[in-house]
């Protein structure tokens, strides 16, 4: 079956520019978002088609996109923004598919 | 727009779920609502989803034959349920509104979670 693979964790201070990366043989095809999820709470979208910004998140928050690998770049690391953040897309069929998710930590 | 889903349930093994939730603040009827899960400690795992307005139903694979997705227009609700429940089954629910997107959709709004147990 189709995969969405993301690194199972991402470490970096205050401050830093964190880079979280999703792979799918389809993203080239197929549209990615992004989505934040803190302890007991909803997911959150935060990127949509690859690099739009969600309403009301803020501008350290980008996505962009290239080939088979699309990009979530958190600039100016804050300490709210340690979470769990999961990228999304689809199959050849249109199934929705999760990549793993990837904890953020920050130091 | 927003999401509001059912209260958490405690089911038996074997036993059937059902989780509603209820959209306010768009036209309920225009985008398609999915259903994603996410056991103790894991991942978002995507169950399936239907289209408001006609009702049309799509599941993952994982659940065809035990799923069942529904909806009320007149009240704004979609439905989920699951059949022949195991412990694999404990998580939190969610349902979340479904935007296209070329081939595929993103989530947003997402509702609140539902949690199921499936204890004996």
């Known amino acids: 079956s189709y995969e969405l693979t993301q690194p199972p964790s991402v470490s970096v201070s205050p401050g830093q520019t964190a880079r979280i990366t999703c792979f799918g043989i389809?993203?080239?095809?197929?549209?990615a978002s992004w989505y934040q999820q803190k302890p007991g709470q909803a997911p959150v979208l935060l990127i949509y088609?690859?690099?739009e910004r969600s309403s009301g998140i803020p501008e350290r928050f980008s996505g962009s996109s290239s080939g088979t690998t699309v990009t979530l770049t958190i600039s100016g690391v804050q300490a709210e923004d340690e979470a769990d953040y999961y990228c999304?897309?689809?199959?050849?069929?249109?199934?929705?598919?999760f990549g793993g998710g990837t904890k953020l930590t920050v130091l | 727009g927003q999401l509001a889903q059912s209260g958490s349930e405690v089911k038996k093994p074997g036993a059937s779920v059902r989780v509603s939730c209820k959209a306010s603040g768009y036209t309920f009827i225009a985008y398609s609502l999915h259903w994603v899960r996410q056991a103790p400690g894991q991942g978002l795992e995507w169950v399936g989803r239907i289209i408001p307005y006609n009702g049309v139903t799509n599941y993952a694979q994982k659940f065809q034959g035990r799923v069942s997705l529904t909806r009320d227009t007149s009240v704004s609700t979609a439905y989920m349920e699951l059949t022949s429940l195991t412990s694999d089954d404990t998580a939190v629910y969610y349902c979340a509104t479904g935007i296209a997107a070329g081939d595929t959709n993103y989530f947003d709004p997402w509702g609140q979670g539902t949690l199921v147990t499936v204890s004996s």
């Open positions: 999304q897309s689809a199959d050849s069929s249109g199934n929705v598919v």
């Open positions: 088609k690859d690099t």
């Open positions: 389809a993203l080239p095809k197929l549209y």
